[in-house]
């Protein structure tokens, strides 16, 4: 049995940019599935059963604030994939969501380059949290 193709999960709320990261995604060797809302990204990559996405790639120049809030509970919860932002965001945030890479939208092959590049051989399970009292 051959090793299963990476999983990308994307979400972007400008629907507009669509386009253009199908193009850049286009033949890679990667499963896509789009996500509609934030709720849905924390649900697919930390709720729902394995295999997960390994891969998040997400619109931070359309998101909103309780968006991106809400995209802390990937890591709080104990995903540790990687995060590819499209767009701009701050250094501040960039750091709480560990980003691991940043492009700017509509820049022909910018995506492609950086998924090309990213390492997906990181966990995927849920870690448990671990409380001292």
Do not use: Y
């Not at 709320?13 to 286009?26: F, N």
């Not at 996405?53 to 120049?61: P, S, V």
């Not at 991106?68 to 501040?92: K, V």
Request: aromatic fraction near 4%.
């Amino acid at each position: 049995m051959g090793a299963s193709k990476p999983r990308c999960l994307v979400f972007s709320p400008d629907r507009s940019l669509e386009p253009w990261i199908d193009s850049e995604l286009d033949g890679e060797t990667l499963i896509v599935q789009a996500a509609l809302s934030a709720r849905q990204v924390v649900r697919a990559l930390v709720d729902d059963p394995p295999p997960r996405a390994q891969l998040l790639i997400t619109d931070f120049g359309s998101m909103s604030a309780l968006d991106a809030l809400l995209l802390h509970q990937l890591r709080e919860r104990g995903w540790f994939g990687a995060i590819i932002a499209i767009g701009r965001l701050s250094p501040d945030l960039k750091t709480s969501l560990r980003i691991d890479l940043v492009v700017r939208p509509h820049v022909r092959g910018a995506l492609r380059k950086v998924v090309a590049n990213v390492n997906l051989d990181r966990p995927t399970v849920r870690i448990e949290r671990v409380v001292r009292t």
